[in-house]
C-alpha cells in the first residue's frame, strides 16, 4: 500500500471513530474557557529530489512533510517548529479552508495542488488557548514554497520522514515550566528540533499508521525557556 493510502485509510478510522492516535491531554476537555479555533496542514508528499540522510529502509526516501520554523520575535511559540496554520478568520467557511489559507500565506504553496484527506477531531493546546484541527493532505500537485514573510517565519522546509523516523533522530523533550514537567516526543532533523505540538501530532500518526520504529525515550533533550 502506499503513503498517500495508508494516510487516507488512517484518516477514514480516526473520523469513524474505530482508533483516536492522540494523547488524551490534547483533547478538547483540557481547554479552559475563551478558546480559540485554528487549523494547521498536515502535508506530505513527494516534495522534491532530495533523499532523505538517513540510509534506513524506514519509509520511501522521498517522501516527505511540510513543516516551517517560526520567527524567533514572535510573541506565541517563537523559533519553533510548526506546521503551517493558524487562527480561523471570519473570511474562512471551514477549517480546510484557514488551514489551506494559512499554509499559503506562510509558504506561498498552491492550495489547488493539495488534495485534502481529511479534518482530525481538534486537539487542545491549553497554554495558548487554541483549539487546534489538524488537516491532512497529500501534495498531489507540489509547488515551489519559501518563506513568504520573515517576520513571522524563519525558514520553510520539507523533511524526509524516513529521517523523522529513524531512531538516531529521535529524542524525548523536557522542559520544565511553573514547577511542572513537561515531555513531549522529539526530533532532531534539519538542524532544529520539533517538540510539542508539531511533535506529538507526527509521533501519534506515524504510530497510528504503523510506521514508526522502536527509539530511545531514556534519551533527554532539555529546553530552557
Given amino acids: 500500500m502506499s503513503a498517500r493510502s495508508d494516510l487516507r485509510d488512517l484518516v477514514s478510522r480516526i473520523l469513524s471513530g474505530d482508533v483516536d492516535p492522540f494523547d488524551r491531554r490534547w483533547h478538547p476537555a483540557t481547554l479552559p474557557e475563551g478558546y480559540r479555533q485554528a487549523a494547521v496542514l498536515v502535508l506530505f508528499g513527494i516534495l522534491d529530489h532530495v533523499p532523505a540522510v538517513s540510509r534506513r529502509p524506514l519509509a520511501p526516501a522521498d517522501l516527505d512533510v511540510l513543516l516551517l520554523e517560526r520567527a524567533a520575535n514572535l510573541g506565541s511559540h517563537p523559533g519553533q517548529v510548526a506546521f503551517p496554520g493558524g487562527s480561523k478568520d471570519p473570511e474562512d467557511a471551514t477549517l480546510v479552508d484557514c488551514a489551506l489559507r494559512e499554509a ?43 518563506v513568504v514573510d520573515y517576520g513571522e517565519s524563519a525558514q520553510v522546509f520539507r523533511t524526509p520522514v524516513r529521517d523523522l523516523l529513524d531512531p538516531d533522530n529521535r529524542v524525548t523533550v523536557v522542559l520544565h515550566r511553573g514547577g511542572a514537567r513537561f515531555a513531549s516526543p522529539g526530533f532532531l532533523v534539519n538542524d532544529v528540533l520539533v517538540w510539542g505540538f508539531t511533535a506529538m501530532v507526527l509521533d501519534s500518526l506515524f504510530n497510528a ?11 533527554e533533550h532539555r529546553l530552557d525557556m
Fill in 209 to 219: 499508521l504503523g510506521w514508526a520504529v522502536p527509539w530511545d525515550k531514556a534519551r
Fill in 104 to 146: 499559503r500565506e506562510e509558504t506561498g504553496l498552491d492550495p489547488e495542488g493539495v488534495e485534502v484527506l481529511g479534518e482530525l477531531p481538534p486537539l487542545g493546546m491549553a497554554v495558548s488557548r487554541f483549539l487546534v484541527s489538524p488537516v491532512v493532505g497529500w501534495w498531489a500537485s507540489p509547488s515551489p514554497v519559501d
